[in-house]
């Protein structure tokens, strides 16, 4: 028999729709009903493709007994964390306040008012490493709140009291100048690991945001070591392993310091910054590795992660069927000798096997090993390579695909859009910019209401009931200006404008400029979640002042430009302190620093050879955050266009920043003299 959750969209709540555990999903009917009972509230939080989170499952919520225990004396709430990270938020700041450490899945007992008082993670089905059993968690905590009912009480109310107190204080709201960079960079060679790329130990994460902070920094300074730090970083991440050498795009991390074994799950949000990142480095750098990457990562998300309504799915899971009906994670994508020689005959199989560092211990589990490139390529024959890679792939595509997570997430969409729209402007793919503009025209049609509210996710074409927190309306801004400056399409600008005019209105504190990652107007939790710090996705914070400052400088406005200033106050506080993780706030603030600049590129026609030649420099322009219009004269697409004329009647292009205009240039090379710091 289905439980509650049978009618969510979630793929998470759906998973569980069928566990004997009588799950309800977060809504004030779950607490009203747990406080009519008088029984604590298990909350459990996770997302669709992680591989815990399904052993917990397994082991516990289809454990009839289990079940029978819970169904007794808890009511039971289940949250996708990606569909509620509000909640998720909230409540993992708890977990890891009290217990220092936190993940997925997260495992919270409330009372019926939503207060914590016991926290954990994963629960084993019998004690082991020092950590108790789920049934003894349970039994404990069952005790607790029928005999020390006050005691319970007083330590979820000092809980809240401490969260509450938890606001942060970022100083006066002044951006970041030249001597805060500086610390950061500082910062982050100190945190270099020079020999393998990256930053930190293990497990590893690619940095796609710090990389664009890097990127912009030399671009602005001529930093070499910046260059030197992001382009070294990219060149190990797409050999080692946590690059699917075969169909492109990138895993969650990489387990060990080398990015040879990652953990597998592949996730919309990693593959749309990286995407762009990659994309970013050839336009510095001119490298054929990071346009191959940049290239077949995009190529990976449309093949794989679109759905049929044109969005893009959220993620693919780590495990898939062994062949023996046995989920096991990363079967999908190993290698071992044998199955090498079994496709491609023995001959091909030990070219391959060295190509790939494919070995006969395995660099994985059971033997087999991930494929990666060596470290220091000679002499190949790249056709042969290609014809192995074809063969592989075809091969792969024989076993079972591990399961997809189709919810649209608007603010990974948002990502996904610019990333696809830049990609493809830059390689003259028409393809990848339409697939941006079909999953920005689903966002409009069925994301957005006619207040322009965002809702956070849909699936199968039907709209989710969770509104858009600050991240959704920051990154699909972010998409959007993208889209405007490759497509010379002025309603996308305008889509951004109203999205950014919720978030001044409803996102930011009017006194201090602080953002927050709920609406003033949302759902109220027992607080109101507000995290500065890019982690796998930039900030709602660190987002939302990159996009009001790329508006500001498309239309003028001050409200935007000065939110934007005041926004990054947090990057004044915390860049120099932490820049590993608030590198898309570092990356803003340098576009802050260079102006960021305008350009207005017009021409007799948009299919104008000529103006299309002077737009595409445009687009390859290194300056940080410049924004681009392109037109034609009057014809009031953009504000940036207002007022520009051809000179000699050929195509024009014009440089402001800081409120100052150049002269006009008519040919690439002075355009790109421009666009050069």
């Given at each position: ?506 996102f930011v504190d009017p006194e201090s400029g602080a953002l927050y990652d709920t609406a003033v107007d949302a759902e109220r939790l027992i607080r109101r979640p507000q995290d500065p710090t890019d982690n796998a996705v930039p900030s709602g914070w660190s987002a939302a002042a990159g ?131």
């Amino acid at each position: 028999m289905a439980n509650r959750l049978a009618h969510e969209t979630s793929p998470y709540l759906l998973q569980h729709a069928d566990n004997p555990v009588d799950w309800w999903p977060w809504s004030a009917e779950a607490f009203e009903e747990a406080r009519r009972r008088g029984v604590p509230v298990l909350l459990s939080v996770g997302y669709s493709s992680c591989h815990w989170c399904h052993v917990m499952a397994h082991e516990s919520f289809e454990d009839q007994e289990t079940a029978d225990y819970l169904n007794e004396h808890f009511l039971s709430v289940k949250v996708d964390r990606e569909e509620r990270p509000d909640v998720d938020a909230v409540y993992m700041e708890a977990v890891q306040a009290a217990t220092g450490q936190g993940g997925w899945p997260m495992t919270v007992f409330l009372t019926p008012d939503a207060e914590p008082f016991y926290f954990g993670t994963y629960f084993p089905p019998a004690p082991r490493h020092g950590m108790p059993s789920f049934r003894q968690v349970l039994e404990g905590v069952r005790h607790a709140w029928s005999d020390r009912r006050e005691e319970v009480a007083e330590v979820a109310g000092k809980i809240v009291r401490d969260l509450a107190g938890r606001e942060i204080s970022y100083g006066a709201g002044v951006a970041p100048g030249e001597h805060e960079l500086a610390q950061a960079l500082l910062g982050l060679t100190r945190e270099y690991d020079a020999q393998r790329g990256g930053f930190g130990g293990a497990p590893k994460f690619p940095p796609s945001m710090v990389v664009e902070f890097l990127l912009r920094h030399h671009a602005r300074t001529g930093a070499e070591g910046a260059l030197q730090m992001a382009q070294d970083t990219c060149e190990r991440m797409a050999r080692g392993g946590i690059y699917d050498q075969l169909g492109g795009g990138f895993a969650r991390y990489s387990v060990d310091r080398d990015w040879l074994v990652p953990h597998f799950e592949k996730m919309l949000y990693d593959n749309a910054l990286l995407c762009r990142v990659y994309a970013h480095l050839w336009r510095a750098t001119g490298s054929e590795q990071a346009r191959r990457v940049a290239l077949e990562t995009a190529d990976f998300m449309v093949r794989e992660l679109r759905t049929a309504e044109g969005g893009f799915a959220s993620a693919l899971d780590a495990d898939s069927d062994d062949g023996t009906g046995k989920h096991v994670e990363g079967v999908y994508y190993v290698w071992t000798p044998a199955q090498l020689t079994e496709v491609l005959g023995a001959e091909d199989a030990e070219l391959a096997a060295h190509h790939f560092g494919v070995t006969a211990e395995g660099t994985f589990e059971e033997g087999a090993s991930v494929l990666r490139l060596p470290q220091d390529e000679g002499v190949f024959d790249a056709e042969k390579i290609a014809s192995i890679k074809e063969r592989l792939l075809e091969a792969r595509a024989t076993r079972p695909a591990p399961g997809r997570d189709d919810k649209v997430v608007a603010a990974w969409n948002g990502l996904a859009i610019a990333a696809l729209a830049e990609t493809g402007a830059y390689f003259d793919r028409p393809d990848l910019v339409d697939a941006a503009l079909a999953a920005a025209d689903l966002l409009v049609r069925l994301h957005l209401d006619d207040r322009a509210r965002l809702a956070r996710t849909s699936k199968d074409g039907h709209v989710g009931a969770n509104a858009g927190v600050l991240e959704d309306y920051a990154d699909v801004a972010e998409g959007f200006l993208a889209l405007a400056s490759v497509t010379g399409e002025g309603v996308w600008l305008e889509f951004a404008g109203f999205l950014l005019d919720h978030v001044l209105a409803r996102f930011v504190d009017p006194e201090s400029g602080a953002l927050y990652d709920t609406a003033v107007d949302a759902e109220r939790l027992i607080r109101r979640p507000q995290d500065p710090t890019d982690n796998a996705v930039p900030s709602g914070w660190s987002a939302a002042a990159g996009a009001l400052l790329s508006y500001a400088a498309h239309t003028g406005s001050e409200a935007h430009r000065s939110a934007a200033e005041r926004a990054l106050g947090v990057v004044k506080a915390l860049g120099p302190r932490v820049p590993r993780f608030i590198g898309w706030g570092l990356a803003a603030a340098e576009a802050l620093l260079d102006g960021p600049r305008e350009v207005a590129v017009v021409g007799p026609s948009a299919d104008d050879p000529g103006t299309r030649a002077l737009h595409r420099t445009a687009l390859l322009g290194v300056a940080p955050g410049a924004v681009v219009a392109c037109g034609t004269p009057g014809s009031g697409e953009f504000p940036l266009l207002e007022g520009r004329e051809l000179v000699d009647g050929g195509p024009t292009a014009y440089v402001c920043r800081r409120f100052v205009c150049e002269m006009p240039v008519t040919d690439g090379e002075g355009l790109r003299a421009k666009l050069t710091p």
